[in-house]
């Protein structure tokens, strides 16, 4: 009996796995938004999630220190595509005040 389970168990865990293979009509890239309307819509994406942050830290506590991470990584390459600064103040405010509770005062 227990060879019985040990062998069903790997069998069972594969067929319980997701699938994460990625559907193939998302890798279709056309768009009929050109790059002006594209940068409005992220522009308006991040002005949604600006309340979000909390300025005693400056994260979205609902998101791990890795997603806010990405966030604000998000935010710098939005603003270097779109050839504008117009997030860099808020970023660098709120990254120094993330790191500033990361590392401890001496």
């Given at each position: 009996?227990?060879?019985?389970t040990?062998l069903?168990?790997?069998?069972?865990?594969?067929?319980?796995?997701?699938?994460?293979?990625i559907?193939?009509q998302?890798?279709?890239?056309?768009?009929t938004l050109?790059?002006n309307?594209r940068?409005?819509?992220?522009?308006?994406?991040?002005?949604?999630?600006?309340?979000?942050?909390?300025?005693?830290?400056?994260?979205?506590?609902?998101?791990?220190?890795?997603?806010?991470?990405n966030l604000?990584?998000?935010?710098?390459m939005?603003?270097?595509?779109?050839?504008?600064?117009d997030n860099?103040?808020?970023?660098?405010?709120r990254?120094?005040?993330?790191?500033?509770?990361?590392?401890?005062?001496?």
């Open positions: 009996m227990l060879v019985i040990l069903a168990f790997p069998l069972l865990s594969y067929s319980l796995s997701p699938d994460l293979s559907p193939s998302w890798a279709n890239t056309t768009s050109g790059r309307d940068i409005q819509q992220v522009q308006s994406v991040l002005d949604t999630l600006n309340p979000s942050f909390d300025l005693s830290d400056g994260t979205i506590h609902a998101l791990s220190l890795e997603q806010n991470a604000f990584t998000a935010v710098v939005y603003d270097s595509l779109s050839s504008s600064k860099y103040d808020i970023s660098k405010d990254l120094s005040r993330i790191m500033t509770g990361l590392i401890p005062n001496p």
